[in-house]
């Protein structure tokens, strides 16, 4: 019986009852707003930064658009990896690591930074085949000082970690075959876990 129930609510039999593009938009809305709300109570809490800007469009891929090959899991880790690490290396050779961050004033070597920082995003991620545009928002937040410090980072990290098992839980039980760590076609298999 209980089978019954979760065949009948998954994504696939809703949208054949309903008009796909409005089950859609409330399948992305629901789900991407309760995971940033979990993110910011955990945030609230633990007075760390588990929500930050780029953290929205993430949402919104793994639930708007959970087969496209930049929302796969390993996509979303490791892009937003290669952002705050390109950040953070842009911070350090250009003496930022410690300086408070002033949107007003955009100093040349914060100016610097994030382009540093934006081209080694662009630049890696389609090179290690990892492309997340979200994380050219992530780089930026680093660069511009926003979480700069290795504390900040790490939690960032984590939280990109929670969305994306948030996103495999709550996809897979609507019964999407939202991959489990690679992107699915060419270079990925998707389901198989590799």
């Given amino acids: ?52 800007p780029s953290l929205g469009p993430t949402a919104f891929l793994l639930f708007y658009t959970p ?24 911070l350090t050779l250009t003496g930022l690591r410690d300086a408070s961050p002033d949107l007003n004033e955009i100093s040349w070597a914060r100016l610097w930074a994030c382009a540093i920082a934006l081209g080694l995003t662009c630049g890696l991620m389609p090179l290690l085949g990892v492309a997340h545009p979200p994380a050219a928002a992530t780089t930026l937040i680093v660069a511009l000082g926003l979480l700069r410090t290795p504390l900040q980072l790490t939690v960032v990290m984590i939280a990109v970690v929670l969305l994306v098992a948030q996103g495999l839980a709550v996809n897979r039980l609507a019964g999407i075959a939202y991959p489990w760590w690679r992107p699915p076609g060419p270079g990925g298999s998707g389901g198989s876990g590799s």
């Fill in 67 to 90: 087969m496209a090959p930049t929302a796969s899991p390993r996509n979303t880790v490791y892009g937003h990896l290669v952002g705050v690490l390109a950040g953070y290396l842009a």
């Fill in 1 to 52: 019986m209980a089978r019954n129930v979760l065949a009948r609510l998954e994504l696939a039999a809703v949208m054949d009852r309903h008009d796909p593009s409005v089950v859609r938009a409330v399948y992305s809305a629901l789900n991407a707003g309760l995971s940033l709300a979990v993110m910011a109570a955990l945030a609230h809490f633990s007075h760390a930064p588990f929500l930050f």
